[in-house]
């Protein structure tokens, strides 16, 4: 690249500066704290934080007391202190003393014995009070080394120690405030109401569950329409003249709808990966999906489509139709009326089918609420899960449930029977044995 | 089946519903009754006092119901259906000095606390849970009994050298555990990938879909044994954790006893002998 001459200079310059640094790093290096580093436990601010503080000593540092400086607008009033101490992965037994001075927010740790050097220590602060506003802030640690022979105990300090968080969102502030609220704690008082629908936790979950939810939608709708076609593909080959053809699509709906649909994405994540072949996670999920629907929309399609009486087919040929004339012009249409139903019930299970993707780490619904569920210890986030998959389930299941009312009274004129409930009984004027079949192992699926 | 039975037309629509509400107070009534009958044995029993036959409050009489997230080897796994390790010989060795027999049950890690604090299922929690401050807000811990840390394990051959590489990355980890809060603190820019179990999360990490797991020491150090998944310890994380078994706050005798009869199998060498047994080698 550049002129050979230069660059010698240039190597010979760095070389001269990475001197300079190395022999500085010795000078400070060699009798301070490695690894130091600072981390809290919250992203948002204004609220009782814990601050973790790990470094190492070094080779002559019998450590007798360390102070944390808190920045202004930090309030470690409240503050308690853990200390962990470790020599390798070894715990060390410890007692120490902690205190407080509020004025100037320095927390201090005093060793009742001096900590061996080359100790790992673990100090957590908790109970610090954050200011609201997010940014990244800096703690000044300093460590007292305990004297030895001639020299008098000496101050050292940690810069440079930094850590962040964010300001908090709007329903974070909303969870705050009912924290004070008079009702909010008579409410809470009551286990079962304060273990499921935690006012505080609702509000939390609400904007965090959303995103899931858009993923499940997004999964079934993506692969639903798939599942359509391939349904429509394996029915016409199930029902093919052609024996090996008739096999194989019995193979495939037998198969997918003999096994469990857990089973089925784990050997897509899991199986599939582990031998090399490997697709994005979202597409992965939309093609077990698809996959698995077609085998039951093939059975729900097939069991439509045989439906129609044998006369129309005749009928049709007497017309001078071909059979896939008088499939795309007589029965198609007939069947997609009467499948309709059971096809929006297939979408119902799939919907709800999503949740186990939570399994191999997909971020849906299921998976949201159970980190929210994980963190927080409290199961409100499973009723606004519960929420939001009903959201989508109650007006489909109403729609099942009108479309088979009017289905039966075309057909027969009659008023059919309190349809909403029974939507996987029997369907009306579908409920030959193939239908039966079809609903009695969705639900067991 | 009732509801179909009714629904078979021969009571009128009124009558109906009548049937409906009776059949359902019929069972709130007798899932209450039958709780309340449960509480009622559990609180006569507990009139003793610092002597030695103090009667413990457990949900079921002479039994020491266990939750533990049986898929974290050494600590406690299933074999077949029987769930064996350190935790559950502990625990048998507690419940053998406390006169009650021990049952454990399976239930995932994250839902432990929760299930204890509902109550009804089980009366402790041996899981390899680490004595947290945020944990003892919730429920009550025994002493510790174990010294664990923390591990990253990454496919074999990897070189690591800090968190930082982890940026951008998938770092799985067991839901609700100690590694999920290291990781969620000391790693910054890397999207974590929550899984049930430590198994489940390594078989991820075998299959590609995460880079890392964050997991305690011990057990990754039993999982990565002798099988070759292809994968290694790349960083041991000095935690200096301890685990504690879990108690509801409602049971301080339950907590008093088990902590009693800790002490006495390390001081008799029964835990020494568990310890060995487990870990191959004794405690120091």
Redesign the interface.
Known sequence: MGHPNRRRTLRLFSLAIAGIVLTCAFATQAIAMTGA?V???RDTGGQLT?F?FAATSGQDEPVTRIDFLFPEGFDPADA?V?V???E????LSTSFEQSIDPQTGVVSVMFDAPVPPKS?Y?I?V?DVMTPIAGGTYELPVQYTVEASGTSSPEVRSVSGLTFKYNTPPREEVISRWLDSQAWVKMWNSV?VLD?FLKPQQFVRAVPLLFAGWLMSLSLVLSAFPISIMGGLGTAFMKMSKVPPVRWLASIYINVIRGTPLFLQIFVV??GL??TGL?FP?YLSAVVVLAFNSSAYLAEIFRAGIQSISKGQFEAASSLGMTYWQAMRYVIIPQTVRRVLPTMTSEFILLFKDTALFA???IFELM?RS??F???S???TAYVVAALYYLIITIPLINLVGRLEYKLAQSEHGVTAPTGK?RARGGVGPLSGPDFDATAAKHESR | MSVAFIEGGFMSKGKKWVALVLAVALVLAVALTGCASKTDTGTSDTTGNTTKTVTLKTIEPGKLLVGSDTAFPPFESMNGNVAEGFDVDLMKAIGEKLGLEVTFKTEIFDTLIPTLKAGGKFDVIASGMTIKPDRQLEIDFSDPYYDSNQSLVMKKGTTYTGPEQLSGKKVGVQSGTTGEAWAKENVTGATLVPFKNATDAFAALQAGNVDAVVNDLPVSTELLKDDDRGLAIVAQIPTGEQYGFGVSKDNPDLTAAINKALAEIKSDGTYNDIYQKWFGILPE
């Open positions: 580093k981390t809290v436990d814990r973790t308690k853990d962990t101490l470790l390798g992965l070894k715990r790992n673990l957590q908790r286990k273990l994540f899991i990966r582990t490997r996670d399994a191999v780490g998976l159970q980190n569920v994980a963190r210890g409290n199961l409930r």
